[in-house]
Structure formats: structure tokens, C-alpha cells
């Protein structure tokens, strides 16, 4: 199942930075095929950004433990539901 996130997130970024380039293209946006493949080394970097965010993102989730959470941590303080109005148990 990992695998697929991960075929999954590089395909999600390669396809939305390829639509803004061709967006941009189709448009008029960037006229002349300079300035298209000028546009396009921007698409490419965008694409990659984003996928070296969303596999770290999966890495977070599937990966070892973070290094600064300590063990054990203290649990909050709740309210209990059943105690009187006006007072509340710690």
C-alpha cells in the first residue's frame, strides 16, 4: 500500500505542474517557445518541490519516531462529563 501513495504523490505533482504548464501554453501565457521552456525548468522545479514535500509527508507518517517527542508524555487534563455543575474533577 505505500508503494502506492508513493507511485501516487509523484504522479499527483507531475500532473498538476504539467497542467500549469500547459495551461500557461495553451493560453498565451507564455508566448514563443522560449519563454515556454523557460516556463517549463519552473514547472519541473515545482513539480519536484512538491513531491519531495509529499513523500517527506509520507515518510513522517510510515517512519521511525520523532526525535524531539519524548516517550511518554504526560496525558492533558479532562473534564469529567459526570461531575456537577460548577464543579469540575482534575
Same mark, same amino acid.
Given at each position: 500500500?505505500?508503494?502506492?501513495?508513493? @507511485?501516487?504523490?509523484?504522479?499527483?505533482?507531475?500532473?498538476?505542474? =504539467?497542467?500549469?504548464?500547459?495551461?500557461?501554453?495553451?493560453?498565451?501565457?507564455?508566448?514563443?517557445?522560449?519563454?515556454?521552456?523557460?516556463?517549463? =525548468?519552473?514547472?519541473?522545479?515545482?513539480? @519536484?518541490?512538491?513531491?519531495?514535500?509529499?513523500?517527506?509527508?509520507?515518510?513522517?507518517?510510515?517512519?521511525?519516531?520523532?526525535?524531539?517527542? &519524548?516517550?511518554? &508524555?504526560?496525558?492533558?487534563?479532562?473534564?469529567?462529563?459526570?461531575?456537577? &455543575?460548577?464543579?469540575?474533577?482534575?
Amino acid at each position: 500500500m505505500l508503494a502506492f501513495y508513493v @507511485i501516487a504523490m509523484i504522479a499527483i505533482c507531475w500532473h498538476f505542474s =504539467y497542467g500549469i504548464w500547459l495551461f500557461a501554453a495553451k493560453w498565451g501565457i507564455t508566448p514563443g517557445e522560449r519563454a515556454r521552456k523557460r516556463f517549463g =525548468y519552473v514547472c519541473v522545479a515545482l513539480g @519536484i518541490g512538491l513531491a519531495v514535500m509529499g513523500l517527506a509527508s509520507i515518510w513522517a507518517f510510515v517512519g521511525g519516531k520523532y526525535p524531539n517527542a &519524548p516517550e511518554n &508524555p504526560t496525558p492533558a487534563i479532562s473534564l469529567s462529563a459526570t461531575s456537577s &455543575p460548577g464543579h469540575f474533577e482534575v
